[in-house]
C-alpha cells in the first residue's frame, strides 16, 4: 500500500478523506507544508497539500529527495507551488479544479447580503437587546449593477444568483463564454458602472493586484468589493487607503493577500504584526471570513473523492486528467500531460 504525507491537517478535512480512502496509507500531519518541515514525507510515495503551504524550489526538492513522486493540492488554486522545480525534479502536481462552485458563489452573496444590510452588526446589538436602527440601512440589490471579474463555473453560478436579485450584469474575462446572457465589457466599464464587484479569477501575473489604487479612483464611492477568490488579487494597502478615504463603500472578504501564517488558525491568544488587516478588521464597512467559502459537507467530500482519485490513477499508470503541467502548458492544464 502506498504512502501519502497529508499536510495543513484540519479535524474536517480528516473526516472526510478518512471515510473516502480504501487505497493509501495516509499519515496525517498539522503543520502547513513548507522547506522547514518537508523532511516528515521522507520515505512517503505521496503527498497531500493545501492552498497556503509554501511549495518553493527548496520545499519541492526535499520532497523528490525523501521520495515523493507526486504532490495532490486538494484545492483548485495553485499559486503557491515552483512549477519550474516540479518539473526539474520529476514530481507530478494535480489538483482539485472543482470542488463545489455553489459553495463559493453562495458565500460571496452571503458576504454582500451581510455587509449591505448590516447582519453582522444587527446580530451583535441584539444579543445585548438594542433593537435600534440607526446605521443598518441597506440598499436594494434589485436594479443594481454587480460587475463580475472572471466567469469560470463559480462566476457562472454567481451571475445567476445575481439575477435571481434582479440585478443587472456586467462582466470581464479574457476568455468569454460563448451565448452569455450578460454583458461582457472591458476592465474600465467593471470599475466604473458597477455597484457591487466581485472578483471571481485566478491569481497569475496577469491578475495580481487587478484591483489598485488606480482601480479604486475609477469606481463609484457606493460601490461594494467582495473578494472570494484570491487575496492576491487585490492590493490591500490600497484597499485599506480607499477605504479609509470612503473612496469606496466597503468590502467583504474571504480571503487577503498575507493570509498564510494566519487564516484557517486560532490566533485570539496572539498578537497579529500585520497592521493592514488589524486595520481591516477594525473597520465597520469590512467584513471577513477566514476562506471559508468552499466550506460545505458537499466540497469537502468532492475533494476527497477527486483527490483520492487523482493519486489512484497516478499510482495505477493512467493519465492524469487533473495535471497541471509545466513542461507542456506553462503551468496550465491539460487532460493528459503524462
Request: charged content about 25%.
Amino acid at each position: 500500500m502506498k504512502r501519502v504525507a497529508f499536510f495543513d491537517t484540519k479535524q474536517y478535512d480528516r473526516e472526510w478523506f478518512d471515510r473516502i480512502d480504501k487505497s493509501f496509507e495516509i499519515k496525517y500531519f498539522e503543520e502547513k507544508l513548507n522547506s522547514e518541515n518537508a523532511d516528515l514525507a521522507k520515505g512517503f510515495d505521496g503527498a497531500i497539500a493545501f492552498v497556503n503551504d509554501k511549495i518553493n524550489s527548496k520545499t519541492i526538492k526535499i520532497l523528490a529527495e525523501g521520495g515523493v513522486k507526486i504532490l495532490a493540492m486538494r484545492c483548485a488554486g495553485y499559486n503557491n507551488i515552483n512549477f519550474k522545480s516540479a518539473h526539474e525534479n520529476g514530481l507530478k502536481v494535480v489538483r482539485v479544479p472543482v470542488y463545489s462552485p455553489y459553495a463559493v458563489a453562495e458565500h460571496t452573496m452571503a458576504l454582500l447580503l451581510t455587509l449591505n444590510r448590516k447582519i453582522h452588526k444587527a446580530y451583535n446589538r441584539t444579543r445585548d437587546f438594542n433593537f435600534a436602527l440607526n446605521g443598518l440601512t441597506g440598499f436594494d440589490l434589485n436594479g443594481k449593477t454587480a460587475g463580475v471579474i472572471g466567469t469560470g463555473k463559480i462566476g457562472q453560478i454567481f451571475i445567476k444568483i445575481c439575477k435571481g436579485f434582479g440585478m443587472n450584469v456586467i462582466a470581464y474575462d479574457p476568455y468569454p463564454i460563448e451565448n452569455p446572457d450578460f454583458e461582457y465589457v472591458d476592465l474600465e466599464e467593471i470599475y466604473s458602472r458597477s455597484d457591487v464587484i466581485s472578483l471571481h479569477c485566478p491569481l497569475n501575473q496577469y491578475t495580481h493586484h487587478i484591483l489598485g489604487a488606480d482601480a479604486f479612483s475609477k469606481m463609484k464611492s457606493s460601490v461594494y468589493i467582495i473578494n472570494t477568490s484570491r487575496g492576491g488579487l487585490i492590493d490591500s494597502e490600497a484597499l485599506l487607503n480607499a477605504l479609509k478615504s470612503r473612496r469606496i463603500a466597503g468590502a467583504g472578504l474571504d480571503v487577503y493577500e498575507e493570509e498564510a501564517s494566519v487564516f484557517f488558525e486560532d490566533c485570539s491568544d496572539t498578537i497579529v504584526n500585520d497592521d493592514i488587516l488589524a486595520r481591516l478588521v477594525s473597520l465597520p464597512n469590512v467584513l471577513l471570513t477566514s476562506h471559508q467559502a468552499f466550506l460545505t459537507e458537499e466540497a469537502l467530500k468532492n475533494i476527497a473523492e477527486i483527490t483520492i482519485e487523482n493519486l489512484e490513477d497516478y499510482f495505477a499508470g493512467k493519465p492524469l486528467k487533473n495535471q497541471i503541467c509545466y513542461d507542456c502548458c506553462n503551468g496550465g492544464t491539460t487532460s493528459n500531460c503524462g
